[in-house]
């Protein structure tokens, strides 16, 4: 059973499209959250939402909205597509915030072309 | 800003050796963790040390901490080639309690 899913796997888009992620976690944890990988293998929190709520919200572009329709449920929607937006989106969950072990989802890889 | 940063960026090496990574931090934290990532794949929970804790061993891992030089290494010992993988610290500063942070990772090759 996965712990933590995210789909789509793989999204090759062109620029200026609206696009969403989706990440769901079975393990019944309080906290979630999106990371960006980039080409430099940086990782760099997005967000974090904790029961539904928007905790932690970086510098990060309007045209990212996540949302959190439940707890097991953190995706993440895009607008107006950029070249920059290309990178890979990890989800991760955790028990609860400030979390310590969290789990990953397997990644989503965004191709803008 | 990046917390944790790795060093060294790659590192390759024979199967049977043993492999160190070490990572560096700029704030005080409340503990920092080791995750593994394979090629294409998401990130792998290692290992958790915390701030009051200075050696932690987990099978052929061997983390240790030390808080006054803001480093931590992880030794992965009698290495084998499904070690290969990136390998990752992130740190949970304190006090501010916001969320982890990682660095770049090491590259780690284990060759056959």
């Known amino acids: 059973d996965t712990a933590v899913s995210q789909t789509p796997k793989y999204l090759v888009t062109q620029m200026g499209n609206d696009k969403s992620i989706k990440c769901e976690q079975n393990l019944g944890h309080d906290t979630m959250y999106w990371y960006k990988q980039d080409s430099k293998k940086f990782l760099k929190i997005m967000f974090s939402y904790n029961n539904k709520e928007l905790i932690i919200n970086e510098t990060v572009p309007n045209r990212f909205s996540p949302k959190s329709p439940d707890k097991a449920h953190l995706n993440l929607h895009i607008n107006s597509l950029e070249l920059g937006d290309s990178a890979v989106y990890f989800c991760?969950?955790?028990?609860?915030?400030?979390?310590?072990?969290?789990?990953f989802g397997p990644g989503t890889r965004l191709l803008v072309l | 800003s990046q917390q944790g940063e790795e060093d060294p960026q790659a590192l390759s090496i024979q199967e049977g050796e043993n492999a160190t990574m070490n990572c560096s931090y700029k704030t005080s934290i409340n503990n920092l963790q080791w995750y593994r990532q394979n090629s294409g794949r998401g990130l792998v929970h290692l290992i958790l040390i915390r701030s009051n804790e200075r050696e932690k061993h987990s099978g052929r891992l061997r983390v240790t901490l030390d808080t006054s030089k803001k480093s931590s290494s992880l030794l992965i010992t009698a290495s084998r080639a499904a070690d290969t993988a990136s390998y990752f610290c992130?740190?949970?500063?304190?006090?501010?309690?916001?969320?982890?942070?990682f660095g770049a990772g090491t590259r780690l090759t284990v060759k056959p």
């Open positions: 992130a740190t949970d500063p304190n006090p501010n309690n916001n969320d982890m942070r």
């Open positions: 991760a969950s955790s028990a609860r915030f400030p979390g310590e072990t969290q789990y």
